[in-house]
């Protein structure tokens, strides 16, 4: 343990006094706390007591997702487990959270801490936290703004993530699969299931070549992007062998796990690949923390996906979903498009992905929808998309590249009036995907959904 | 009017930021046109035959150093293609192969192609965002950067674009991207064909179709239409 200097004594003093009047104000005290006290001591993280066991979750997509999971389990086990659920995910809201878990002297009150990581934010916080485990979901193209490309992002990961950190890594990721190679890593990866593919259909595919000879790469399978299992016809590199190997049973909603040559089932929480990729990380996470496979059976059998990311309620014999799909990221998008478009029954579409920080004073940049494969939502079951937005104009366009016909589409400036738009002539469900931060507008939104199903019923009644 | 062949350099690589849109949308406006897709390890099909218009998108620092690479043996016939008038349409740092050099932040040195007399200097720990109004030949530009370079040099006597608001070939240059003959180079992402489509009707105009007509004209006119009040509102935040 690293010597507390007087600075840090004094700055771990002023941020808990800055975090009781933030919570006696009734505000979130998740990151100012902790910004404060690494301003005044840029060496904090590195001087206050951690918990005995640290896992860090960090990667593109379903970073929060496997969080939460990982927490819901342990604490589902009498885990008292320190966490940022509540706020940020940068170094300042991880130095709150320790703020948080530790006593006036800097005492870490509690033994084990789940910390979701921001990936650029690796090289601020790994020279200071020393995960046991560090989990790594994914690496995917994200906002062009931050994270600019999977290379950028790989680089800083790999660079940051401490020799002694236990990795769990994605196999069927040919990207994040390759950090910090020196590691002890478990592999974890959904074994080929009937809906795989061959050749990537989706727009962007960053693993196409050899990295090592820049052979094109041959897929034994292809899940979406560059998810899968690939390997070089010319050289010796292929996706590395899984240690924790899932079968699928969608009909009995089962996920069967082979490790260590046994093997074990769990519930599945979700029905979207994405989702289950999400359980698998976790699970693997869990076993190897070492939870037995009853613990986890029994905890997983209790969790939902938060409602905030996803909803479903029927009126009046129409399902009405609430989606959110993830505004600047053209691979979260891509993969709820895929969901709507794999969905059954005649749809209808209400998009409401602006960019809400954008609006106010600013143009947002729109490259991503050239990267998002909007052709999934070019099916004869869409028979109507609403698109609504300051921004819907781009979208109409992109749309049209897409396939769309022209006639589906209906544009409109104010996302609250897309309902007003729903033909619900025939229709079985209702979509409505929504950017992360209009979460809110996409409940108003779904309230007036029901109000038109409600309408449209007593007007044929 | 010959055969219009369109040559899409290194794509598995040089396609970030959706900048490949730029080739669909031209595909979708010319459906006549042949798209040429060259790999990484492919001969070009420039050094065996005329192409109408060469493209490369952006791409990772790493890419940039396999293109130059690839793209060096070749040096000349580029040279040729360009006094011959084919159209080159770079976006993103798929332009900076084509300058002397990309310096990174030690000091070392990736030589490029030397085509143009700038420079590139990386600087990975600042993304640098931003919107950008311009004006070529009478035509109002939008477009959108997001990079970690900047190029630097005179681009006085081969700059592309006017910039009216933002930034040019470095913060504080008022003079966008590289033109000699038909070749366009910008830092401009995120397709700049489809933001701008009234330069894509001249690119279009360069390839030898006198009277182009757009695809999905006026959806994409009233896309840029709005685009383009937004980026004249002088309160609109450009950074």
Redesign the interface.
Known sequence: MKKKTLRFQLSLLISNLAMHMQKLLGMNASYFPGKLAIKLCPDFLGQIEKPETIICVTGTNGKTTVCNMILDVLTDHGYDVLNNKAGSNINAGVASSLIAGSTITGKAKKKVAVFEIDERSSKLIYPYIQPDFAVCTNLFRDSIHRNAHPEFIFNIISGSFPKNAHLILNADDLISSALSPENKRTYFSIAKLDSDLKECINIINDMQTCPNCHETLSWNYIRYHHIGNAYCPTCSFASPPSDYIASLDFSSHTVTILAYGKEETYPLVSSSIFNTYNEITAITLLREFGLTKEQIFASLKKLNIVESRYSSETVNGIEIVTHMAKGQNPIACSCVFDYVRQESGQKEVILMLDDVFDRDGSSEIMTWIYDADFEFLNSELIHRIIISGVRSADYKFRLLMAGVPESKLICTQKEIDAPNHLSLNGTEKVFILHELYAAEEAMRVKDKVKEAIQNRRNSNV | MSEIKIEVLYS??A???????NI??LG?CIPQARIIYT???DIPAFTKETVSMIYMGPM????QE?VIQALLPYKEQIQNCIANNTVFLLTGNAMETFEAYIENENGSRIMGLNLFPTYAKRD?FH?Y?S?ILGEYQGITLVG?K?Q?SHSYGDNYHCYFYKVLRGDGLYPGSQLEGLHKNNFFGTYT???FL?ENPLFTKHLIKLMGISNPVLA?ES??M??YR??LE??QNP????H
């Open positions: 598995e690589y396609n970030l930021f959706g900048d490949l849109m669909h949308y979708k790999g990484l390890n990772t620092e790493h890419q396999l990975m993304r965002n919107l959108f997001a970690f992402v995120g397709p489809v999905f959806s994409i009233e896309a709005k685009r937004e980026f309160k609109l935040r450009f």
